[in-house]
């Protein structure tokens, strides 16, 4: 079976660093979008960074300039590094990928979560 297994989070002060990452485990074939999502409390879980197998990045209007979001096709493993951290990115972030394996065929994941908390 597919896994995803997210670490890094933390607490951390406002204009500290943190970075996350998440491994995909089990009979994988093929990666194709891996991303990050973030759900804080009372609100909706949204889009924070993706990256397409050949690279392509997309990352939200909120964290553009202050995150970057890279992978190891290699490792299966996808980074997130945050600087310039600001309370409002306190949430539960959460890894997500578009995965083709044996026997489940295609399918999208989510890890875990990984509590992010910025201190004022």
């Known amino acids: 079976q597919v896994q995803l297994v997210e670490s890094g989070g933390g607490l951390v002060q406002a204009g500290g660093s943190l970075r996350l990452s998440c491994s995909a485990s089990?009979?994988?074939?093929?990666?194709?979008?891996m991303g990050w999502y973030r759900q804080a409390p009372g609100k909706q879980r949204e889009l924070v960074a993706s990256?397409?197998?050949?690279?392509?990045?997309n990352y939200a209007d909120s964290v553009k300039g202050r995150f970057t979001i890279s992978r190891d096709n290699a490792k299966n493993t996808v980074l997130l590094q945050m600087n310039s951290l600001k309370p409002e990115d306190t949430a539960v972030y959460y890894c997500?990928?578009?995965?083709?394996?044996?026997?489940?065929?295609?399918?999208?994941?989510w890890g875990q979560g990984t509590q992010v908390t910025v201190s004022s």
């Open positions: 089990g009979s994988i074939f093929r990666i194709s979008a």
């Open positions: 997500n990928a578009d995965i083709l394996s044996w026997p489940l065929g295609s399918n999208n994941y």
């Open positions: 990256v397409t197998s050949g690279g392509n990045t």
